[in-house]
């Protein structure tokens, strides 16, 4: 049973574009020719987007680990075929609800990070 907090997506320190942006206000500021101005600002765009491709393929291998955790805890709930509702042993009960608990902090994880990578 998984008592931990469950995979939440990483969450970037700053987003590219912000530092982009504070980047380009300070450019701005320096006389640079056309052509070299150009160049900055298509580096900078190169940046952001492979930001983004990054931050992306990390938010979707955070939801497949979430998905990857939730099917170990379903193997485990296996275990509620076996119990009887006059079971003996009734501690056997809040630790399924653990299990279902988690299944559903990993479940809203696993959305978040989906979701992360839909933002454009």
């Known amino acids: ?50 930001e983004q491709q990054r931050h992306d393929r990390r938010s979707l291998q955070d939801a497949r680990q979430s998905r990857a955790s939730i099917a170990a805890l379903v193997e485990l709930l296996g275990e509620l075929e076996d119990v009887s509702w006059r079971e003996d ?15 559903k902090r990993l479940a809203e994880a696993g959305a978040a990070a989906l979701r992360m990578v839909s933002q454009p």
């Open 1 to 50: 049973m998984t008592r931990g907090s469950p995979a939440q997506p990483e969450q970037l320190d700053e987003d590219p574009r912000h530092l982009v942006a504070r980047i380009r206000n300070v450019i701005g500021t320096v006389a640079l020719d056309c052509d070299c101005r150009q160049r900055v600002n298509d580096a900078l765009f190169r940046f952001v987007e492979q």
């Open 89 to 103: 042993d009734r501690s056997v009960f809040p630790e399924l609800a653990c299990i279902f608990e988690d299944i």
